[in-house]
């Protein structure tokens, strides 16, 4: 879900509204995750360069538009995703951007040398 970055739409849909909307995802067998986020001012972004961390308060990017928190959800397809994103009570007042997750892509060798102390 992206809100505005204005305090006026950033809590433009109550928390209750969200919640019975992921109850209703919960009990049709939908949800798998979802969370709401807080405002980006409260964001820190992490940077590494030549293995050397910087850290910045705020968020990576200037934008107008920011994630204010995500529905994690189960759907046959493109075409139901949309459909249960329609429904998503923010999206009267923001977007809803609708993308499939995707598996990483890694050998068992790098997965083997990675999990090794």
């Not at 109850?23 to 798998?32: K, M, R, V, Y």
């Not at 709401?36 to 030549?50: E, G, K, Q, S």
Request: charged share 20%; proline share 6%; hydrophobic share 40%.
């Amino acid at each position: 879900m992206k809100a505005s970055n204005s305090a006026e739409n950033w809590n433009a849909c109550s928390d209750s509204a969200c919640a019975a909307y992921a109850g209703q995802l919960q009990d049709s067998g939908h949800l798998i995750d979802g969370k709401p986020l807080h405002p980006v001012h409260t964001a820190t972004t992490v940077r590494v360069r030549n293995g050397q961390a910087t850290i910045t308060d705020g968020p990576f990017a200037e934008t107008k538009e920011a994630l204010a928190g995500f529905y994690l959800i189960d759907a046959r397809d493109l075409n139901e995703a949309i459909q249960l994103a329609s429904r998503i009570p923010p999206a009267q007042f923001g977007s809803i951007e609708v993308r499939p997750t995707r598996e990483l892509m890694v050998s068992t060798q790098h997965a083997a040398a990675a999990a090794a102390p």
